[in-house]
């Protein structure tokens, strides 16, 4: 059976999605943040020394990272949906995006959180930060002009893994359509709105 450790209002929720989004049955355990800190439960590391979520458990073996355990998934549970063939050049494409999620798209929008904290010491850094939101945002809009995915025209586990930091980007899609549009689009898919209730609260969803 595959075990979802979830925290809520937290990445694991496009886990949740996706594995709605291929059928697999599946059981959650649920967390909640800390409602002074916003920081994960101590349990979570009973789970992984990380204490983070999402943590995938699956017949033994344990996963964590948002792009690991859905390129796991789709490989493993997916029976070859939700991604191109592996000879094909959307696969790289597809691949790109898994990666660009985290690796680069993220940082600019988790700055903008930690850093508007600091008040008025904050501000020499936002206009770098601004600038870098805009460059990352305004590549996802243009690669989404004129289609409805991200890869291919088609719905994959590309759209999912990406799909935090379009919510992410909620206060700021106003000036992205393309994007905007994409994010109201998989927020109507029945798959996301079947994760929502199994999930609980997750405001980002709006």
Not at 41 to 57: D, F, I, M, R, T
Not at 69 to 80: A, K, T
Request: charged fraction near 20%; include cysteine.
């Amino acid at each position: 059976m595959i075990v979802v450790h979830h925290l809520n209002e937290s990445r694991s929720q496009r886990i949740l999605w996706l594995l709605e989004e291929i059928g697999a049955a599946y059981e959650i355990r649920h967390y909640a943040r800390d409602a002074t800190t916003r920081l994960a439960p101590p349990a979570l590391q009973a789970v992984h020394p990380l204490g983070k979520s999402p943590v995938l458990e699956d017949n033994g073996t344990t996963i964590i990272e948002s792009g690991a355990i859905v390129d796991y998934l789709i490989r493993r549970h997916s029976s070859g949906s939700l991604r191109p063939a592996a000879d094909s050049a959307d696969f790289e494409i597809y691949q790109q995006w898994l990666h660009y999620a985290e690796g680069s798209a993220m940082l600019p929008l988790l700055l903008k959180l930690y850093v508007s904290r600091l008040g008025d010491a904050g501000a020499p850094l936002k206009p770098r930060i601004d600038s870098e939101l805009a460059n990352h945002l305004g590549y996802v809009d243009r690669c989404l002009s004129g289609r409805e995915w991200l890869v291919g025209n088609t719905f994959s586990g590309a759209d999912v893994q990406m799909s935090f930091v379009g919510e992410a980007a909620r206060g700021l899609r106003a000036s992205y359509p393309n994007m905007d549009a994409w994010v109201r689009r998989f927020q109507q898919r029945p798959a996301y709105r079947r994760a929502l209730e199994r999930g609980g609260p997750y405001s980002m969803a709006s």
